[in-house]
């Protein structure tokens, strides 16, 4: 290469040079964040909660799709229910088996109750024979005992009854848990939110505990960010933040909601200053839940902005930092 290109290569060099430099510096000049601000990048997350089955069985059904909006208290997955049926009658049965035995005791202790009172009619006729030397002492003791054996008749006739109704309330108890199992086994939806993942499939046989659907609640929206210690010392827990998402002109309204009292990164060793710098410290960010709700279809989990806390109690928010929320 001649003198004359290797020149002009030279000169090209070092404007591009200069201009990536220039262009830097601008940027940070830009970007460069007011003092007592800090900021980092960070995602968007939205609170997961797995749905999950009480009992074992056999998934009949599924009736969402992922990316469906659903309510609290919408069924999201049937389970088989036909053992849960035939426990449900069977305790059914075994009540008014119960309940029949109940009438059936009374009826005896009605009937005893009658016996009784005449053996004791009986046994006082005796007894005043007696007294005129009419009757001999034999006949007032048979009589004494027909009279025993009546009220034992009685009391044995209500306790048949108190049985009899322990066992309907036993039988109601097995009616009350069947009837709470069969409802469960319609999985319902524990919070309104969107379907993330559908885990079960119609077929599907699953044990009790296992995840049949995941949820997103629309309303728990945050973002986590790492400082390192500097910073992090000065940020406050419930203190004000914002956040900013690639690609949408809109600055979010944010709250310090949790700070680690354990750094994320450690090194091996920390003895000096500059070692002390890696320790990191997650920080979260949440979303208020009035402006989660009003744009629950524009903030999703996964998009990427920065994250902006204050670092010192004193330090103000920039006018061109106040909060703008995106037109609907």
């Known amino acids: ?36 601000i800090a900021g980092v ?24 799709n992922e990316g469906d909006n659903v309510n609290a208290g919408d069924v999201l997955v049937e389970l088989s229910s036909d ?11 075994q009540k008014q088996q119960a309940q029949d035995a109940v009438v059936r005791a009374q009826a005896e202790i009605t009937a005893q109750q009658q016996a009784q009172r005449v053996a004791k009619m009986e046994l006082n006729n005796a007894s005043n024979l007696r007294n005129d030397k009419l009757v001999s002492d034999a006949e007032v003791t048979r009589r004494s005992a027909q009279h025993d054996g009546a009220t034992a008749a009685v009391a044995a006739a209500q306790a048949a ?21 069969y409802g469960d086994m319609n999985i319902r939806a524990p919070i309104s939110g969107r379907v993330e993942y559908k885990i079960a499939s119609a077929g599907n046989v699953i044990g009790a505990g296992s995840k049949v659907i995941s949820l997103l609640d629309l309303t728990n929206v945050s973002m986590n960010i790492f400082l390192p210690a500097a910073q992090m010392n000065g940020v406050k827990i419930g203190g004000e933040a914002r ?31 500059n070692e002390r710098e890696k ?42 930092w106040a909060i703008k929320l995106p037109q609907q």
């Open 279 to 320: 320790l990191m410290f997650k920080i979260k960010l949440r979303v208020p839940v009035d402006v989660a709700k009003q744009y629950n279809q524009l903030l999703k989990g996964g998009m990427t902005g920065n994250g902006y806390v204050l670092t010192n109690a004193n330090a103000q928010w920039p006018a061109n």
């Open 161 to 181: 009854q108190a049985q009899a109704r322990a066992t309907v309330n036993a039988a109601q108890a097995q009616i009350d848990e069947a009837s709470s199992a």
């Open 83 to 93: 053992t849960v049926a035939s426990k449900l009658r069977a305790a059914q049965a």
């Open 243 to 273: 956040i900013k998402l690639d690609g949408i002109d809109a600055i979010w309204p944010a709250v310090v909601e949790f700070i680690a009292s354990d750094a994320q990164f450690t090194p091996k060793s920390v003895e000096t200053p």
């Open 41 to 64: 990048n960070g995602r968007l997350e939205l609170e997961r909660v797995d749905v999950a089955s009480l009992y074992a069985g056999r998934v009949k059904s599924v009736l969402v």
């Open 1 to 36: 290469m001649d003198k004359k290109k290797i020149g002009m290569v030279a000169v090209i060099s070092a404007v591009l040079i200069g201009g990536g430099i220039f262009a830097y510096q601008t940027y940070q000049k830009h970007n460069q964040l007011p003092a007592g």
